[in-house]
C-alpha cells in the first residue's frame, strides 16, 4: 500500500462537543458549519481562503463583516474530507493512501484547489499521487474503486472510477508470468512457498471484495476482450458469490428487507455474467446458486435462467449439490424435493427437445447411447437422492413418488437403487398406512431387480404382501424360462450327440460323490446315429444315472438332471410322435402366474389372506395344474 506525506506541522486541531478550533494566538474570524460541525477558522492570516476558490467567492460575496459563517453541508465527504483540506492549507501534516484519497480528491476538487490559485495546490499533488502511485498498484487500485462507493456520481465525473477500472483491467490480462505484484490468494491446499508459479486465478479474490456494480463492470470488461477463457470468468463468479452469498441453511431474516434485496441483486448480477460456454461453471455451482435463488426469491426470470443451465449439466452433478433445506413454512419436511422435481423436469423439458428423435430411438430400443448413457447417469443421481430424502421423517409419500415417477421407464436400467429408498423410507416411517405402502411400491417394478434384491424383497416383512407375491411370481417365470432353455439344449444335444453305453469312471465317481441316490430305470430308448443306421440301440438298465429333483421354490414338475448336469425332462414326454408332436396328456403343464395372483389379490381384498404365505400358493398352484390335461393335438 502506497502512502503520501503532506506537511510539516503538528496537529493543531481540537475538539469540544461540536466545535473543532484551531489552536492559535489569532482569534478566529470564519465558521464554518458541515452537517453537525463547526469549524472556527481563519481568513486571512493562514492560507485557507486563498487556496480554495469557493471560499473566496462565498467570502466576498459577504462583504466586510468582521466574521463571516459558511454552509458547506453538500461538500463530497462531509466534515472529515474537509477537515483534510483544511489540515493542507494549515501546512498540519496528513496522510493520504488509497483508503482517504477518494473524498479527499473529491472534496478538493469541491473548493475548487486547483493550481490556478496557488502553485503546489491540493489537487495537483492528488492527481500527481493518483496516477504514479495508486493506479500503478494492485490492491491500491482495488481500494480506491471500492471506497467510490460512497461517492459515485462524484468519482464517476472525476473519472476515478473509470481510470482504477483500467489499470485493474490491464493488470488481470498480464500474463501469469508476469504478475510481479501482492495479489491474494486463500485457496485450501495452496501455499506461495510450495508453489513459484503463478495461478491463473490469482486475481478472482481481490476483486471479489468490491461492490456487485463494480465486480461487473470488471468482469464485462475484462470477458469483451476474449483474451481470457470462460472457465476462469466462471471461477471468478464462483468466488464471489462465496463471498457475498448468505447461509441458506439458516432462515432468512424476514424483516432485513435491505439485506434480502442486496443479495437478489448480486444473484441477479452473477447469473447474467455466467459465459454461455456450457463449461464455463460446473453444475454444484449453478445448483447452488439456484437454491440461494430460492432461499430469497429471486425473479421468476433469473430462476428459470438457473433451472435451465442446471438441468444441461444435470448428469454430472452429486447428491451433495441437490441437497438443500426447505424454508417453506407450510412445508414441514427437512429438505427441499420440491425444487429437485423442478430441475429434473426442466432436465426432461431440454432432453425431449435437443433430439426428439433421438430420444423416441432410446424410448423404443435403447439405439443412442449417448442420451441413454445421460439419461441413466441422472437416474442413478435421483434414486441416490430418494435414499436421502428417505431418512427425512416429515417427507410425505406424495413427494417422494412424483419425484420417483418423473424419471421415465429407460432412466433405470435395474430397480435396485429405487428398491433400497423404498425400504429406508418403510423402515423410517413405520407408521405408515397400507394405501400410503401400496401408493409406494406400486413405482417399484420387481422384474428389473437384481437376484440379490429379489432374495432380500422376499424376506422383507415391511413390504405389502402383495409386493412380495409379485416378487416370487417374476422368481417363478424366470426359473421357467431357464429351465426351458436348457431342456431345448438338453434335446439338441440328442440329436446331434450319441450317448456313451456306460457313465464314464470319472463320471459313476462324480455322480456318488454328490451324495445323491440315483434311480434305475427299464425304459429303452432308440438313438440313432446321422448316418441312419439303427446300430446305436441303447437299453438304459441300472447303468441310468439320472437323478430327479425338484426346485428349491417348490416347482413339483417332474424333472431330472442328466449326467452333463442339465435339466432333463422323463422320457416318455421326450418321446414324439411320428408327426413331430408329444401324445395327447403328456405336454408340460405351467402355471399360470395370473389365475394364482387373481386368487391371491382376492384374498387379500376379502381378509381372509391376512396371514397368507405367498410361496405355498405358488407351490399349491403348481401342484394344480399338473392333474388337468390341456394338451391337445393340432
Same mark, same amino acid.
Given at each position: 500500500?502506497?502512502?503520501?506525506?503532506?506537511?510539516?506541522?503538528?496537529?493543531?486541531?481540537?475538539?469540544?462537543?461540536?466545535?473543532?478550533?484551531?489552536?492559535?494566538?489569532?482569534?478566529?474570524?470564519?465558521?464554518?458549519?458541515?452537517?453537525?460541525?463547526?469549524?472556527?477558522?481563519?481568513?486571512?492570516?493562514? +492560507?485557507? @481562503?486563498?487556496? *480554495?476558490?469557493?471560499?473566496?467567492?462565498?467570502?466576498?460575496?459577504?462583504?466586510?463583516?468582521?466574521?463571516?459563517?459558511?454552509?458547506?453541508?453538500?461538500?463530497?465527504?462531509?466534515?472529515?474530507?474537509?477537515?483534510?483540506?483544511?489540515?493542507?492549507?494549515?501546512?498540519?501534516?496528513?496522510?493520504?493512501?488509497?483508503?482517504?484519497?477518494? +473524498?479527499?480528491?473529491?472534496? =478538493?476538487?469541491?473548493?475548487?484547489?486547483?493550481?490556478?490559485?496557488?502553485?503546489?495546490?491540493?489537487?495537483?499533488?492528488?492527481?500527481?499521487?493518483?496516477?504514479?502511485?495508486?493506479?500503478?498498484?494492485?490492491?491500491?487500485?482495488?481500494?480506491?474503486?471500492?471506497?467510490?462507493?460512497?461517492?459515485?456520481?462524484?468519482?464517476?465525473?472525476?473519472?476515478?472510477?473509470?481510470? *482504477?477500472?483500467?489499470?485493474?483491467? !490491464?493488470?488481470?490480462?498480464?500474463?501469469?508470468?508476469?504478475?510481479?505484484?501482492?495479489?491474494?490468494?486463500?485457496?485450501?491446499?495452496?501455499?506461495?512457498?510450495?508453489?513459484?508459479? &503463478?495461478?491463473?486465478?490469482?486475481?478472482?479474490?481481490? $476483486?471479489?471484495?468490491?461492490?456487485?456494480?463494480?465486480?461487473?463492470?470488471?468482469?464485462?470488461?475484462?470477458?469483451?476482450?476474449?483474451?481470457?477463457?470462460?472457465?476462469?470468468?466462471?471461477?471468478?463468479?464462483? &468466488?464471489? =458469490?462465496?463471498?457475498?452469498?448468505?447461509?441458506?441453511?439458516?432462515?432468512?431474516?424476514?424483516?432485513?428487507?435491505?439485506?434480502?434485496?442486496?443479495? /437478489?441483486?448480486?444473484?441477479?448480477?452473477?447469473?447474467?455474467?455466467?459465459?454461455?460456454?456450457?463449461?464455463?461453471? *460446473?453444475?454444484?455451482?449453478?445448483? /447452488?446458486?439456484?437454491?440461494?435463488?430460492?432461499?430469497?426469491?429471486?425473479?421468476?426470470?433469473?430462476?428459470? !435462467?438457473?433451472?435451465?443451465?442446471?438441468?444441461?449439466?444435470? #448428469?454430472?452433478?452429486?447428491?451433495?449439490?441437490?441437497?438443500?433445506?426447505?424454508?417453506?413454512?407450510?412445508?414441514?419436511?427437512?429438505?427441499?424435493?420440491?425444487?429437485?422435481? =423442478?430441475?429434473?423436469?426442466?432436465?426432461?423439458?431440454?432432453?425431449?427437445?435437443?433430439? +426428439?428423435?433421438?430420444?423416441?430411438?432410446?424410448?423404443?430400443?435403447?439405439?443412442?447411447?449417448?442420451?441413454?448413457?445421460?439419461?441413466?447417469?441422472?437416474?442413478?443421481?435421483?434414486?441416490?437422492?430418494?435414499?436421502? @430424502?428417505?431418512?427425512?421423517?416429515?417427507?410425505?409419500?406424495?413427494?417422494?413418488?412424483?419425484?420417483?415417477?418423473?424419471?421415465?421407464?429407460?432412466?433405470?436400467?435395474?430397480?435396485?437403487?429405487?428398491?433400497?429408498?423404498?425400504?429406508?423410507?418403510?423402515?423410517?416411517?413405520?407408521?405408515?398406512?397400507?394405501?400410503?405402502?401400496?401408493?409406494? *411400491?406400486? $413405482?417399484?417394478?420387481?422384474?428389473?431387480?437384481?437376484?440379490?434384491?429379489?432374495?432380500?424383497?422376499?424376506?422383507?416383512?415391511?413390504?405389502?404382501? /402383495?409386493?412380495?407375491?409379485?416378487?416370487?411370481?417374476?422368481?417363478?417365470?424366470?426359473?421357467?424360462?431357464?429351465?426351458?432353455?436348457?431342456?431345448?439344449?438338453?434335446?439338441?444335444?440328442?440329436?446331434?450327440?450319441?450317448?456313451?453305453?456306460?457313465?464314464?469312471?470319472?463320471?459313476? #465317481?462324480?455322480?456318488?460323490?454328490?451324495?445323491?441316490?440315483?434311480?434305475?430305470?427299464?425304459?429303452?430308448?432308440?438313438?440313432?446315429?446321422?448316418?441312419?443306421?439303427?446300430?446305436?440301440?441303447?437299453?438304459?438298465?441300472?447303468?441310468?444315472?439320472?437323478?430327479?429333483?425338484?426346485?428349491?421354490?417348490?416347482?413339483?414338475?417332474?424333472?431330472?438332471?442328466?449326467?452333463?448336469?442339465?435339466?432333463?425332462?422323463?422320457?416318455?414326454?421326450?418321446?414324439?410322435?411320428?408327426?413331430?408332436?408329444?401324445?395327447?396328456?403328456?405336454? /408340460?403343464?405351467? &402355471?399360470?402366474?395370473?389365475? $394364482?395372483?387373481?386368487?391371491?389379490?382376492?384374498?387379500?381384498?376379502?381378509?381372509?389372506?391376512?396371514?397368507?404365505?405367498?410361496?405355498?400358493?405358488?407351490?399349491?398352484?403348481?401342484?394344480?395344474?399338473?392333474?388337468?390335461?390341456?394338451?391337445?393335438?393340432?
Amino acid at each position: 500500500m502506497k502512502f503520501m506525506k503532506i506537511g510539516t506541522k503538528p496537529d493543531t486541531f481540537c475538539t469540544e462537543e461540536a466545535t473543532r478550533t484551531v489552536i492559535s494566538d489569532v482569534p478566529s474570524d470564519l465558521l464554518i458549519q458541515i452537517n453537525n460541525i463547526s469549524y472556527l477558522l481563519h481568513k486571512l492570516q493562514f +492560507p485557507l @481562503v486563498p487556496k *480554495c476558490g469557493l471560499l473566496q467567492r462565498l467570502c466576498s460575496d459577504s462583504g466586510d463583516s468582521e466574521k463571516v459563517s459558511i454552509e458547506l453541508h453538500d461538500i463530497p465527504g462531509g466534515e472529515d474530507a474537509f477537515e483534510l483540506c483544511a489540515k493542507f492549507c494549515y501546512g498540519i501534516t496528513i496522510n493520504l493512501s488509497a483508503y482517504n484519497f477518494v +473524498p479527499a480528491f473529491c472534496a =478538493a476538487k469541491f473548493l475548487r484547489m486547483t493550481e490556478s490559485l496557488e502553485k503546489g495546490n491540493f489537487v495537483p499533488k492528488l492527481e500527481a499521487f493518483f496516477n504514479s502511485c495508486i493506479l500503478e498498484g494492485w490492491k491500491d487500485s482495488i481500494t480506491t474503486l471500492e471506497t467510490t462507493v460512497k461517492l459515485p456520481e462524484w468519482s464517476e465525473n472525476l473519472g476515478i472510477i473509470r481510470k *482504477c477500472i483500467d489499470s485493474i483491467v !490491464e493488470k488481470i490480462l498480464t500474463p501469469p508470468a508476469k504478475v510481479s505484484w501482492s495479489y491474494t490468494y486463500t485457496r485450501p491446499g495452496y501455499t506461495k512457498k510450495q508453489h513459484h508459479s &503463478v495461478p491463473k486465478d490469482w486475481w478472482t479474490e481481490d $476483486i471479489s471484495d468490491l461492490d456487485v456494480d463494480l465486480f461487473r463492470c470488471i468482469i464485462t470488461a475484462v470477458a469483451s476482450t476474449y483474451m481470457l477463457p470462460p472457465q476462469l470468468i466462471g471461477e471468478a463468479l464462483h &468466488v464471489y =458469490a462465496c463471498r457475498w452469498l448468505p447461509d441458506t441453511t439458516r432462515p432468512p431474516p424476514q424483516t432485513d428487507e435491505q439485506f434480502v434485496e442486496k443479495n /437478489r441483486r448480486i444473484v441477479d448480477t452473477i447469473v447474467s455474467m455466467i459465459p454461455g460456454d456450457k463449461r464455463a461453471v *460446473c453444475v454444484g455451482f449453478l445448483l /447452488r446458486l439456484l437454491i440461494v435463488a430460492n432461499y430469497l426469491g429471486v425473479s421468476p426470470v433469473t430462476k428459470t !435462467e438457473l433451472l435451465r443451465r442446471s438441468s444441461l449439466q444435470l #448428469q454430472e452433478a452429486t447428491v451433495n449439490d441437490l441437497i438443500s433445506p426447505s424454508h417453506s413454512p407450510t412445508d414441514p419436511e427437512f429438505y427441499d424435493i420440491d425444487l429437485v422435481v =423442478a430441475v429434473l423436469q426442466s432436465f426432461l423439458v431440454l432432453w425431449r427437445r435437443q433430439s +426428439p428423435a433421438a430420444a423416441s430411438a432410446s424410448e423404443s430400443n435403447g439405439s443412442s447411447a449417448q442420451f441413454l448413457g445421460t439419461m441413466r447417469k441422472v437416474g442413478k443421481l435421483i434414486d441416490s437422492y430418494l435414499q436421502v @430424502v428417505a431418512r427425512d421423517a416429515n417427507m410425505p409419500v406424495s413427494k417422494l413418488v412424483s419425484l420417483a415417477e418423473a424419471l421415465p421407464d429407460i432412466a433405470r436400467e435395474d430397480h435396485d437403487d429405487i428398491y433400497k429408498a423404498i425400504n429406508i423410507y418403510l423402515k423410517e416411517h413405520g407408521d405408515l398406512s397400507k394405501a400410503d405402502k401400496k401408493r409406494l *411400491c406400486r $413405482i417399484l417394478d420387481c422384474q428389473k431387480l437384481s437376484p440379490e434384491v429379489r432374495a432380500h424383497a422376499v424376506k422383507n416383512e415391511r413390504l405389502p404382501l /402383495r409386493t412380495v407375491v409379485q416378487v416370487l411370481f417374476f422368481e417363478q417365470d424366470r426359473d421357467r424360462a431357464s429351465n426351458s432353455k436348457a431342456a431345448a439344449t438338453h434335446d439338441h444335444h440328442h440329436k446331434h450327440k450319441r450317448l456313451p453305453l456306460m457313465p464314464s469312471q470319472s463320471q459313476s #465317481q462324480e455322480l456318488f460323490s454328490t451324495g445323491k441316490q440315483t434311480v434305475p430305470t427299464s425304459r429303452e430308448l432308440d438313438i440313432h446315429n446321422g448316418h441312419g443306421h439303427g446300430h446305436g440301440k441303447l437299453k438304459l438298465g441300472a447303468a441310468d444315472h439320472h437323478d430327479k429333483f425338484t426346485s428349491s421354490r417348490g416347482d413339483h414338475s417332474t424333472r431330472r438332471t442328466n449326467v452333463a448336469g442339465q435339466i432333463d425332462y422323463p422320457l416318455h414326454l421326450q418321446t414324439k410322435r411320428s408327426d413331430g408332436k408329444f401324445p395327447v396328456g403328456t405336454e /408340460r403343464k405351467i &402355471v399360470s402366474s395370473t389365475e $394364482i395372483q387373481e386368487q391371491v389379490e382376492h384374498q387379500l381384498e376379502t381378509g381372509s389372506g391376512s396371514k397368507l404365505d405367498a410361496k405355498k400358493m405358488i407351490q399349491r398352484g403348481s401342484r394344480s395344474d399338473h392333474g388337468r390335461d390341456k394338451g391337445k393335438d393340432r
